[in-house]
């Protein structure tokens, strides 16, 4: 059994900075991607920033140049470092992470429980 843990949502004024993290553990065989998603209310869930096992990331535009994702393989560990927080980045963050958890599982993508980003002016 997997299991996603974030940490590191909360209140932050405009323009400040706050890391989010997010760690897998269980039974994991393989990484493929990591990655977080964000849902405001009344809004679709939208992919803020991917990492591939491999180091390539991508982000929303949005986000570009503000936002950092990294990842750390050995601890199946995700990290996203938003920076020049804005208002519109206020909404619930999601960590998504595609898993295997032996060698003859196909992988699926496990997800977070979310965490509250609140960006106040």
């Known amino acids: 059994q997997v299991q996603l843990v974030e940490s590191g949502g909360g209140l932050v004024q405009a323009g400040g900075s706050l890391t989010l993290s997010c760690a897998a553990s269980?039974?994991?065989?393989?990484?493929?991607?990591m990655g977080w998603y964000r849902q405001a209310p009344g809004k679709q869930r939208e992919l803020v920033a991917r990492i591939s096992s491999g180091g390539t990331t991508n982000y929303a535009d949005s986000v570009k140049g503000r936002f950092t994702i990294s990842g750390d393989n050995a601890k199946v560990t995700v990290y996203l470092q938003m920076n020049s927080l804005k208002l519109e980045d206020t909404a619930v963050y999601y960590c998504n992470l595609y898993l295997r958890y032996r060698a003859t599982d196909p992988g699926r993508d496990y997800w977070g429980q979310g965490t509250q980003v609140t960006v106040s002016s």
């Open positions: 269980g039974s994991i065989f393989s990484m493929s991607y």
